[in-house]
């Protein structure tokens, strides 16, 4: 089996490989992290006609605009699961290769996300694939569930103190899974990407204020409550991040 690395992709008449990301051109960049997950020797397509030498089935070309996860892509190319499954992010624009770069370094270095919630939202997607569910619709449900954390607390809900952590550990789950069920049902959109980004905004913002109220109006900074709650969603940042 061989492995191409598909480079003649173009934005605005330019080309991605030749973009720049952590000072290196994103060809660079692309082969430094293919040959790091051991997948090496990589073949380079640079002309559009190369695309012919992909002659045995088994071969596969991977797109210079794909992030892929390591582990899984590996994964991918013994057979073992789609490619799909192993793509993280989609370079769209010269102001997407920050966002990229940042996250595969936090699919690499984020434990509680790759190990607890991911495998969660992964699941989550594969049943809801199955429906007529559509990404956008998770997407809400991720806000909808940070809104009622934000109001629960700000009004004192009885037992909100421990419902609130519940709902934004749920909420994080959400957060991972509209992607993945926008990849499986192959409906990605502009919007789709919009509404992610910006909710996943405005959820921050609304734990942050929720807390605020609530240790204001109601409690205290060493109450157990706060201790719980500020622990979980300490923790759970690190995973939505």
Avoid at 3 to 9: E, N
Avoid at 130 to 146: D, G, I, M, R, W
Wanted: net charge neutral.
């Amino acid at each position: 089996m061989k492995v191409f690395l598909d480079a003649t992709h173009e934005i605005d008449g330019k080309r991605i490989a030749d973009w720049k990301v952590e000072n290196k051109s994103v060809l660079d960049w692309q082969l430094e992290f293919l040959a790091g997950a051991g997948i090496d020797p990589v073949m380079v397509i640079l002309d559009p006609a190369s695309h012919s030498e992909k002659k045995d089935p088994s071969d596969t070309i991977i797109r210079i605009q794909d992030v892929y996860h390591p582990g899984r892509l590996k994964k991918a190319l013994e057979g073992r699961r789609l490619l799909e499954t192993a793509k993280i992010y989609e370079i769209r624009s010269e102001a997407d290769l920050p966002a990229a770069a940042d996250e595969w370094t936090r699919n690499q270095w984020a434990p509680i996300g790759r190990f607890y919630i991911r495998p969660l939202a992964h699941r989550l997607a594969s049943a809801l694939s199955k429906t007529s569910v559509h990404p956008n619709q998770v997407t809400a449900a991720t806000f909808l569930c940070c809104l009622a954390v934000c109001l629960g607390l700000a009004v004192n809900a009885p037992g909100w103190s421990w419902w609130a952590p519940f709902l934004i550990l749920t909420a994080w789950v959400f957060d991972w899974t509209d992607g993945r069920l926008s990849r499986l049902k192959n409906c990605r959109s502009r919007l789709g990407g919009y509404l992610d980004s910006t909710v996943g905004d405005l959820c921050e913002d609304l734990c942050y204020l929720g807390i605020i109220l609530y240790l204001y109006f109601y409690d205290s900074l060493f109450s157990p409550y706060a201790f719980v709650f500020g622990t979980i969603f300490a923790f759970g940042k690190l995973a939505w991040e």
